[in-house]
Nanobody, 115 residues
Framework: QVQLVESGGGLVQPGGSLRLSCAAS????????MGWYRQAPGKQRELVAD???????NYADSVKGRFTISRDNAKNTVYLQMNSLEPEDTAVYYC?????????WGPGTQVTISS
């Protein structure tokens, strides 16, 4: 059974940093592109960044230059380093494969940027 658990969210001030982690179990991680997604209240869930099994990365324009996605295949974990955070980054952050599979959505982790 595939399980994805996000962690590392919290409340930080604008300009601050957070590092999110997504620990994966099951078979989803092995050869899949993994992504970080986020959903703000009243908005659709969107892809923030993804990374292939070989380490090729892709970023949404809104986070390019501020966020860095990485993965540790040996630990079955994908990370999202978030710097220069803005109030617009406030959302619940999720990980999943890309393309996402509905049954693989984890619980998410709340990121709140506020002064």
């Amino acid at each position: 059974q595939v399980q994805l658990v996000e962690s590392g969210g919290g409340l930080v001030q604008p300009g601050g940093s957070l590092r999110l982690s997504c620990a994966a179990s099951g078979s989803i991680f092995s050869f899949n592109t993994m992504g970080w997604y986020r959903q703000a209240p009243g908005k659709q869930r969107e892809l923030v960044a993804d990374i292939t099994s070989g380490g090729r990365t892709n970023y949404a324009d809104s986070v390019k230059g501020r966020f860095t996605i990485s993965r540790d295949n040996a630990k079955n974990t994908v990370y999202l380093q978030m710097n220069s955070l803005e109030p617009e980054d406030t959302a619940v952050y999720y990980c999943n494969s890309n393309p996402a599979l509905r049954r693989y959505w984890g619980p998410g982790t709340q990121v709140t940027i506020s002064s």
